[in-house]
Structure formats: C-alpha cells, structure tokens
C-alpha cells in the first residue's frame, strides 16, 4: 500500500484541475491526483506535473490510500448528476470526519442538499466558488468556500496559501456561509460577470458606429481607460482582443461571429432574483442579448426588411463622446453591483446566511474575472456601514452617478438615436430613475389589478398593511381576492 502522505487529492484534471494541482504543489502541498479517463492521471503525471511532488493513483482505492486523515478530497468535474455521481463513487472509501470538496459551478440548492446528505453520514462538505478562469487557477484564484462549517478549518490554510492576495497579502479567500453560500456568491459573481460583459460590448458597440473606431483605436481607447476608474480585468483583456491581429494581419475581433454562449450561470442569477422579488434587471438583459445574439439567422433575415432610423446622427466632439461612454460605463457597471449586492442581502436573509458583504468584495477584489479597483470602494462601503441596504445610499457611489448623471444619458440618447442597442446601458438608468423616485406610477396598476381583480389595494393616506377594495363599477361585489407579494 502506498503511504499516505497527501495533504489533499483532487479528482478531475480538466485545464482547472490541473492548474490548482500545481498551484498548490508550489505552495509546499503533496497533492494525489485521479481521474475518470485513468490515462489522464499518467499524461498529467508526466508532463505538466513532472518533476513535482504530486502523486496519482489509478484506482479510487489506491487515490484514498495516498491521503492523510482527515482525508480533503476535491472534486474538479462537471456540475450537475456529475458530482453526484462521483460523490457516490468516492464515499464507500471515505469515514466520518472527511471532507469532501465540491470546486465546480455547481447550482447553490445542489450544495445545499449535499450538506445536508453527507452530514448525516459523518462527511464534511464545501461547495466552494473557484474564480479566475485557467491563470487564476494556475497563479491565484479567487475562492468563495461555503458547505460544513466544521470543515474549514481543515481547508483553510490551502485554500488561503493558493489564493490570490490583494496588496496587503490579504488572501482572496474566506469562509462565506453555511450550505449554498459560497456557491451562490460564486453565481452571483457570474452574473455580474455577464453584465459587466455585456456593459463592454455596449461601449465597444457605440464607439465603432457612433464614430468609426478601428480595432486598433479600441485598443488604446481601453487601454486609457484601465488606467482609470474602469481598471479592471476585462477592460484590460477586452484591450488586448482589440489589438489581436489575424494570421492576414486583420484583426481578428472582426471574424469572430456575433452569437455568445452561456453555461447557466447568468440564467440562474436572474431565477433565483425573481423568486426573492430583487429587480436585478442589468443582469437579466445580459442574459436575454446572448440569447437575442444567438438568433444569428433571424437578425441576418430581418436586417433586410426592418429599418432604423433614417438619418444617423453625426457625433461633433470625438474626446467628449468617448468620455461620455466611459461615463455611461461607469454608471452601469455600480447599478450592476448595486442590485447585484441587494440580490446577496436578500438571499442572506432567506437562507440565514451570515454574508460578509465587505468580505465579498475583498475575495472578488483580485484573482477572479470580475476584479478591479472599483471592489475595494465597495469593501470601503460595507466597513462603513455593515448593514448598508444599497451602494447606491453610500456616499462615493451616489456623488460618482450623480455626477456623472448627463453623460450617461447623453450616451443612451445618442444610442437611440442611432439605432444602436443598449439594454444594459438602457435598463441600468431606468433602475436608478426608478430607485431614486419617491412615487412610482404603480398606484394605477394596482387600482387596475383591484378593478378586474378584487386584489385590493394600500391608501397613502392609511397605515401600511390595510388593505381596500373598490366597486369601481357598482356591480361588483365586495368580495376581495387574495394577492402575492414579493
């Protein structure tokens, strides 16, 4: 039998599994691999892992027997009846007080139930958010761990030793909640994700039809502004792509067909805000122009038939439209985060989730995709005022909208005027314009809902919870319906 030296093993060696491997083999940790497809093991073994401490073992018996008690297994495969699965192949070889690691996308109810289940067997769980795409896992991810309290500790100083740091050497990495919570943070964070996306490709769309940006004019334009506030990781890429040249030397961004894809988590962010009644709408439609973007074929037909507007609107001052966008950019991007944070609050106090919203920040603050300057005045907000109901209500983001305000107007109304679509940019403004609107006009939908329905209605000049109906016709009855609220 071999001896059992290994401080953790990981199953899956896909680009992420692989990278975390020897992310913690630099790290001074004996890690043992496996894998489904057992060949995998001994390609790993003698190429990208040659020369380190890593062990593999050809069997799950074999796997298990490399490890030291407590044993840290962590799964790197498929979210979904995968992980089952696998968990189902690894538990007869596990005893109470192992932990079992779950670092793949999975759904939050799933890490739910497998807390729960595995509890009841004597195994510790963690469904941990693993962020930063094949660098981050390679160089310093940022890890959003959530499961089995009693399980952190034991995974805590690798988790935290592989993590990226932010500039004081605070690891991108701490314990988020119990059960779900670090897989909800994670899909939350990709559900920013999609709409700071979506934001760029806005920006980057204005921009080449608003003025005629070349390629390589995009480059230097986000390359001026990742020194600013946007400085970020996917300004800083979306930079490079501009510059990218093809084989012929045209660029390449320009032969990459328009139809993005998606894996769910965008889709399941915007799920999960509509059963708590958050109005997370920018990351809605980052979901909804992927799918509008797949209709390739259709846009293609109906860019023959359906016409814009008739005459484009000429742009006089190339600088201040450029600054305009950025502007709109800006604003944008805190909506997103501001409803994106709400959405994390709300989940918090269903699931009784005791989130560091601060914490949050600082773990997305470096290593994982969404990471730039702009989360450190987020974590700044929270230290505050722990309990802040919304970014918005913090005083750097309410002066930076308000001041910014015009631009970010100006730029949708050029947009409209143009024919160019902006959802995110478009939907962004009308929930600040909303949020920030003492009265709504929702007194006549809920007068129509009580005139077809009985649904009843709130009178502002009445305490809240008393509820009145109306015979809007005089043949109605007073027999009121009941109504759902969110």
């Not at 779950?102 to 693993?130: H, M, P």
């Not at 509509?274 to 846009?299: M, N, Q, W, Y």
């Not at 016709?473 to 609220?485: A, P």
Request: hydrophobic share 40%.
């Amino acid at each position: 039998m071999p001896s059992a030296s290994c401080d953790i093993g990981l199953i899956g060696l896909a680009v992420m599994g692989q990278n975390l491997v020897l992310n913690m083999n630099d790290h001074g940790f004996k890690v043992a691999v496996f894998n489904r497809t057992v060949s995998k093991v001994d390609d790993f073994l003698n190429n990208e892992a040659k020369g380190t401490q890593v062990k593999g073992g050809h069997s799950m018996e074999e796997f298990i027997g490399l490890l030291k008690r407590p044993r840290r297994v962590m799964l790197m495969v498929k979210a979904g009846d995968t992980v089952d699965q696998m968990i189902e192949h690894v538990l007869p070889h596990l005893e109470p007080g192992d932990i079992l690691i779950d670092g793949g996308n999975s759904l939050y109810s799933d890490s739910n139930r497998r807390t729960e289940t595995l509890a009841q067997k004597g195994i510790l769980f963690i469904g941990t958010g693993v962020s930063g795409g094949e660098e981050g896992a390679r160089h310093g991810p940022s890890i959003m761990p959530g499961g089995n309290p009693a399980a952190w500790p034991h995974v805590k100083p690798i988790f935290q030793a592989i993590a990226a740091k932010v500039e004081d050497g605070t690891p991108c990495c701490d314990w988020v909640g119990e059960d779900g919570a670090g897989h909800y943070v994670k899909m939350v964070h990709n559900g920013i994700e999609y709409g700071d996306m979506q934001l760029i490709c806005e920006a980057y769309d204005l921009l080449q039809r608003g003025l005629g940006l070349k390629p390589e004019e995009l480059s230097q334009v986000f390359a001026e502004w990742n020194k600013g506030e946007l400085d970020s990781y996917l300004i800083e890429i979306s930079s490079q792509i501009f510059a990218k040249k093809d084989e012929d030397g045209a660029p390449l961004v320009d032969k990459i067909l328009d139809t993005a894809g998606q894996k769910g988590t965008g889709k399941w962010t915007v799920i999960s805000a509509l059963d708590t009644g958050e109005p997370v709408t920018l990351i809605g439609e980052s979901v909804f122009a992927r799918c509008l973007s797949a209709l390739k074929e259709e846009r293609v037909a109906a860019s023959k038939i359906l016409e814009g507007p008739a005459k484009k609107t000429a742009v006089d001052d190339r600088a201040a439209f450029i600054e305009d966008v950025r502007r709109a950019l800006y604003c944008s991007k805190i909506m997103s985060y501001a409803q994106g944070y709400m959405l994390l609050r709300a989940a918090g106090e269903e699931n009784k989730w005791n989130l560091n919203m601060g914490g949050i920040a600082l773990m997305w603050r470096g290593g994982c995709i969404i990471r730039s300057r702009f989360l450190g005045k987020i974590k700044e907000a929270f230290d505050k005022i722990p309990g802040l109901n919304n970014l918005l209500l913090d005083k750097f983001f309410s002066s930076a909208v308000n001041e910014y305000q015009a631009s970010w107007r100006k730029a949708i109304a050029h947009a409209v005027e143009m024919g160019v679509p902006t959802p995110a940019f478009s939907t962004a403004l009308a929930f600040f314009d909303g949020y920030r609107t003492a009265r709504l006009p929702q007194n006549l939908l809920q007068a129509q809902r009580d005139f077809f329905g009985a649904h009843t209605y709130e009178r502002i000049d009445q305490p809240r919870g008393q509820f009145f109906h109306t015979n809007w016709t005089g043949h109605g009855g007073r027999v009121s319906s009941t109504t759902y609220n969110v």
